[in-house]
Antibody
Framework: QVQLVESGGGLVKPGGSLRLSCAAS????????MSWVRQAPGKGLEWVSY????????YNADSVKGPFTISRDNAKKSLYLQMNSLRAEDTAVYYC?????????????????WGQGTLVTVSS | SYELTQPPSMSVSSGQTASITCSGE??????VCWYQQKPGQSPVLVVY???KRPSGIPERFSGSNSGNTATLTISGTQAMDEADYYC?????????FGGGTKLTVL
């Protein structure tokens, strides 16, 4: 069965850095787009970043362009999010989510599996 | 940037039909999906590509999308359907989420 397990969250000071990881299993990881989606406490879902199966195509939300970098290692079946220059407003649960399968247009993007999330708290 | 608008909250009596709307400019030209999220849990995809249901999602969940409005319909709403619901679409190299609708089942 499909499993996505995030790790790497924690407490970090403003201006600090953190690297999130997502370990995938139960499907051909390299075939699928993957994404990071975050949710601030008591707030709605906010898309962060999206990467193609090969890693060659990346889309980022304007709010994180520059400080955040998505990447993947298909050999390790892992997705990453490098977060730099963290601010208090980056405090959220960060979810890893599986995107579109092969052959589907990116315009039909939807996320059919989600991890349990990892909490990132930015505070002094 | 593109925006999707949902009512913040709505209520429905148990056994009745709930219709949750999501509006955006020319939304009918895009593919819309819907997620259900219960407190303390990760989101679950309940409808994708406007009106398709993932495996395991009950038939009472259905979707439509036309003009500027997409609608998630829950027929015969049950207590277990009480949750937050989010619509989502793709626009110009970005994933866009609606603000979410808190559905209360009375």
């Amino acid at each position: 069965q499909v499993q996505l397990v995030e790790s790497g969250g924690g407490l970090v000071k403003p201006g600090g850095s953190l690297r999130l990881s997502c370990a995938a299993s139960g499907f051909t990881f390299s075939d699928y787009y993957m994404s990071w989606v975050r949710q601030a406490p008591g707030k709605g879902l906010e898309w962060v970043s999206y990467i193609s199966g090969s890693g060659r195509t990346i889309y980022n939300a304007d709010s994180v362009k520059g400080p955040f970098t998505i990447s993947r290692d298909n050999a390790k079946k892992s997705l990453y999010l490098q977060m730099n220059s963290l601010r208090a407003e980056d405090t959220a649960v960060y979810y890893c989510a599986r995107g579109i399968p092969p052959g589907l247009a990116v315009a039909a993007t939807h996320f059919d599996y989600w991890g349990q999330g990892t909490l990132v708290t930015v505070s002094s | 940037s593109y925006e999707l608008t949902q009512p913040p909250s709505m209520s429905v009596s148990s056994g009745q039909t709930a219709s949750i709307t999501c509006s955006g400019e020319k939304l009918g030209d895009k593919h819309v999906c819907w997620y259900q999220q219960k407190p303390g849990q990760s989101p679950v995809l309940v409808v994708y590509q406007d009106n398709k249901r993932p495996s395991g999602i009950p038939e009472r969940f259905s979707g439509s999308n036309s003009g500027n409005t997409a609608t998630l319909t829950i027929s015969g709403t049950q207590a277990m359907d009480e949750a937050d619901y989010y619509c989502q679409a793709w626009d110009t190299s970005s994933v866009v989420f609606g603000g979410g609708t808190k559905l209360t089942v009375l």
